[in-house]
């Protein structure tokens, strides 16, 4: 009966550890943190309107969780940021 005790009490351990490793939040792929400060701050370096293109950055990275490299195009490597669009219907991302 002891031996069946301990078992038992072994068993429901590792429950309650498997359990806490699988209730804390996922890791996925686009989830990491990123500086959309100094991304943002890349991207818009050379736009003519920069506080603008700074502040729609910003919001279209805190949605996204990506912003797109270089000054300027390549928007394929995050669709979310491309796909997103104003009121009106233009793209809010720049």
């Not at 078992?7 to 806490?20: C, I, M, Y």
């Not at 996925?28 to 736009?47: L, M, P, Q, S, W």
């Not at 195009?73 to 979310?80: A, F």
Request: aromatic share 4%; net charge positive.
């Amino acid at each position: 009966m002891a031996k069946a005790t301990m078992v038992f009490g072994l068993l429901l351990l590792l429950l309650v550890l498997e359990l806490n490793t699988n209730i804390g939040p996922k890791a996925v792929k686009g989830d990491v943190e990123i500086d959309c400060g100094a991304k943002c701050e890349y991207r818009c370096n050379e736009a003519s309107r920069h506080n603008m293109c700074i502040r729609a950055c910003n919001t279209c990275c805190d949605r996204c969780h990506c912003v797109p490299p270089g000054t300027s195009g390549h928007e394929d490597v995050c669709p979310c940021y491309a796909n997103m669009t104003t009121h009106g219907g233009r793209h809010k991302c720049p």
